[in-house]
């Protein structure tokens, strides 16, 4: 029977020591590292939508709101968005024009793309420019049909 004050004793306690760290070490890190890569968030490109609906989309009024609000706005309808002109896709810019115009009925062609021209906001403009939307946008175009999808 081996006693806590035997050496034999104390030497595997000494050694499963360093054995038990790693293990845990090992466990921390994969539950970090699976923890992590759930928290990333995944851009989604839109569901291509078949052609022989021909469902038509409204463009939103996007004119006089601060960029970063309108982008979303245009995302959450559907639409994609590209930045032109001198100002460029920072947050705070806000739009003074777009193409085609609110309420215009265009074809679902999968992210019809709204074009914006902006102008300077009262914020930093830090960092880099958003001038397109993060997924692939589609064409533009307009609806012979007043049916809306």
């Not at 810019?93 to 102008?119: F, Y």
């Amino acid at each position: 029977m081996l006693r806590a004050s035997d050496p034999s004793f104390v030497s595997r306690r000494v050694l499963t020591l360093p054995r038990v760290t790693a293990l845990a070490a090992v466990a921390l890190l994969v539950g970090a590292t699976i923890s992590l890569a759930a928290d990333k968030p995944v851009a989604k490109k839109p569901a291509a939508r078949t052609h022989a609906t021909r469902q038509t989309m409204v463009v939103p009024n996007v004119r006089n709101q601060v960029f970063v609000f309108a982008s979303g706005m245009l995302e959450d309808a559907g639409f994609g968005w590209k930045v032109r002109g001198s100002v460029h896709g920072y947050p705070a810019n806000l739009v003074v024009s777009q193409s085609p115009k609110p309420g215009t009925r265009v074809i679902d062609t999968g992210a019809p793309t709204i074009t914006l021209r902006l102008a300077q906001g009262h914020g930093a403009q830090l960092g880099q420019p958003q001038d397109r939307s993060s997924y692939g946008a589609s064409l533009i175009r307009p609806a012979r049909h007043s049916k809306s999808g």
